[in-house]
Nanobody
Framework: QVHLVESGGGWVQPGGSLRLSCAGS????????MGWYRQAPGKGRELVAR???????AYADSTKGRFTISRDNAKNTAYLQMKSLKLEDTAVYFC??????????????WGQGTQVTVST
């Protein structure tokens, strides 16, 4: 079995910073895209940031310049550094990975989600 384990969420005041991690474990052959979506109460899930296995990145307009996504392919881990956090960044953050357990079995896997709360 393969799993994605998230860590790093929590509470922070506006303007503060948090760093999320998403680690893949188990029988992983290869990982293509990794990234995060988030879902705020009463809203749909939206893409926050994504990164390809060769380091190309993409961000939501609302997070550009404040969030930075990176990854360590040797550790099957992605990171999301979040700075200048705003009240509207409050949400459950879900990491995902497009990965394979062998050359022909590719699928998308989701983490369990981690709560990020920005409040005074």
């Amino acid at each position: 079995q393969v799993h994605l384990v998230e860590s790093g969420g929590g509470w922070v005041q506006p303007g503060g910073s948090l760093r999320l991690s998403c680690a893949g474990s188990g029988n992983i052959f290869s990982i293509n895209d990794m990234g995060w979506y988030r879902q705020a109460p009463g809203k749909g899930r939206e893409l926050v940031a994504r990164i390809t296995n060769d380091g190309n990145t993409a961000y939501a307009d609302s997070t550009k310049g404040r969030f930075t996504i990176s990854r360590d392919n040797a550790k099957n881990t992605a990171y999301l550094q979040m700075k200048s956090l705003k009240l509207e960044d409050t949400a459950v953050y879900f990491c995902y990975a497009v990965l394979a357990v062998n050359e022909s079995s590719w699928f998308a896997l989701w983490g369990q989600g981690t709560q990020v709360t920005v409040s005074t």
